[in-house]
């Protein structure tokens, strides 16, 4: 849930930022947060337990990426229930359930808009369904971490301690924990919000100049968490006026009774509790791989420390970060290897066939019944083939081989008739081969002088029967 309000209140302090600045730096995530987001798109896969992995594209889109930008990232996934989340948690499971009855009437009435909104708002992350995910990442050999308890704990841990430059989230908790540098509503494109803890004295929304830390997580607190209900009528606004006015939380309570609103007896020790949750929560510090707190915690605390996260044995919480252990069972993962080799068999069908020759694959595009093409006709044999230009007549040809011959390359071979009449040597032989009547109107055209007329006078005879030489 977060704090509300608080990232609209702190926004004149955060700046546009490309994860490209972020290259060569490790950068921790919030991953339910992803989770939650890719889960839109199967909920009703996951609502009625059907195989799905587009909740897992999406997140990996994400840790491309980052990738791609050379940032290296860690992702943080949460773990076990918090006592002190208890409430809050049996509450938003009610919700889900009556979500949950409400898509299926839905369906059934036909109404499939209303059933998929219903849907979008029961999905529950499971670490079984984040296990998908989490065999993927150890596939990519890419680091993760599963957390004892609560991710937000986590996150900030690894951020103060140095483990990390910074923290995506969506999460506005981070600001009570007072993280460094959080990177807040990254965008499939890498762009983002960059917070950075030092400049909250700098918004223009709230006056935090004379803010401590200390009275940072008060206000936090006081407008209400996920580890304490907010007071009736009390907003961030009106939290940070009274902390600011007053410096400390206990001021607060005691003005607020005096004023005459109604505050249980016991809200006192929930608000410490609440504070203590923030600053002391058990989280899994990956140097000694054993449960250790976010921050020391004081001996006048006492030994029942259990609403912090209840202890867990070093290679039980180990297994639990690895992600072979439930967080929620205590005890291995059953289908790990199922996710596995059903995420392989679905990355082996997205992988493009290719033929046996890597010849590309010919488009098969079907007839178009359309009237006009009945007007052409397939292009016939003689337009396929190579074109020749025609040879224009010489003016003034020398011989009759001027007319026959020329480049090889252009002209067909001489007929038979062609070569016949230029072999003639007497006016006999041409007489022969031309005929009577033929020899006779070639004399007459041109007295005989020479080859060229008698094929002329042969071509216009020829013509007339229907046949050319």
């Known amino acids: 849930m977060g704090i509300q309000g608080l990232l609209p209140a702190i926004k004149s302090v955060t700046t546009p930022v490309h994860v490209k600045e972020y ?5 921790a995530v919030d991953t339910y947060s992803w989770l939650h987001k890719g889960a839109f798109t199967c909920c009703k896969e996951l609502c009625k337990g059907q195989p799905t992995f587009k909740y897992v594209d999406y997140c990996m ?21 918090l006592p002190m989340k208890a409430e809050q948690e049996a509450k938003r499971a009610r919700t889900r359930k009556e979500h949950l009855n409400r898509a299926r009437e839905h369906e059934l009435s036909g109404n499939r808009s209303a059933a998929y909104e219903s849907y979008q708002k029961a999905v529950d992350i499971t670490p079984s369904i984040a296990l998908g995910l989490i065999e993927v990442l ?58 950075r803890f030092v400049n909250l004295g700098k918004s223009k929304d709230l006056n935090f100049t004379s803010f401590t830390k200390q009275m940072v997580l008060e206000m936090c607190v006081l407008s209400g968490c996920d580890y304490l209900s907010s007071l009736h009528g009390m907003g961030l606004k009106k939290a ?9 939380y206990q001021k607060v309570i005691k003005h607020l009774r005096f004023s005459g609103l109604t505050i249980s007896k016991d809200y006192d020790e929930k608000f ?42 070093q290679p039980l919480v180990k297994n639990i970060a690895k992600g072979v252990v439930d967080p929620l069972t205590l005890k291995p993962f059953e289908n790990s290897i199922i996710y596995l080799s059903n995420w392989q068999e679905k990355v082996e069908q997205k992988k493009p066939v290719m033929h046996e020759q890597f010849e590309k694959k010919r488009i098969v595009l079907p007839v178009q019944k359309n009237l006009l093409t009945k007007y052409f006709t397939p292009a016939s044999r003689a337009s396929k083939q190579q074109f020749r230009a025609p040879r224009s007549t010489p ?22 008739m062609e070569t016949e009449i230029l072999s003639a040597g007497t006016s006999d032989d041409l007489q022969e081969i031309l005929g009577f009547e033929a020899y006779e109107q070639c004399q007459t055209a041109n007295n005989n002088t020479g080859v060229q007329s008698c094929i002329a006078v042969v071509k216009e005879a020829r013509k007339v029967e229907g046949n050319s030489i």
Not at 23 to 27: D, I, L, M, R, S
Not at 164 to 182: F, M, R
Not at 240 to 248: A, E, N, Q, S, V
Not at 395 to 416: C, I, M
């Open 138 to 195: 150890r596939q990519e050999c890419i680091d993760f971490i599963v957390a004892p308890y609560e991710a937000d704990a986590q996150l900030a841990f690894l951020c103060l301690q140095g483990h990390v430059d910074a923290v995506i989230t969506e999460d506005s908790d981070l600001v009570a924990y007072c993280c460094p540098k959080v990177l807040f509503k990254m965008d499939k494109y890498g762009q983002g919000e960059e917070f």
């Open 23 to 27: 290259a060569g730096k490790t950068v």
């Open 240 to 248: 940070h006026g009274l902390i600011r006015r007053f410096k400390c």
């Open 61 to 81: 889109h994400k840790v491309n990426l980052l990738r791609h930008h050379g940032v290296k990232p860690l992702l943080v996934f949460d773990g076990g229930l």
């Open 395 to 416: 003016e003034s040809p020398d011989s009759a081989e001027d007319l026959f011959v020329s480049d090889s390359d252009n002209l067909p071979a001489k007929t038979f």
């Open 272 to 313: 410490e509790k609440a504070m203590l949750t923030f600053q002391h929560q058990r989280v899994y510090d990956s140097v000694k791989e054993d449960i250790v707190h976010v921050t020391d915690i004081p001996f006048s605390l006492g030994l029942n420390l259990d609403f912090l996260g209840p202890w867990l044995p």
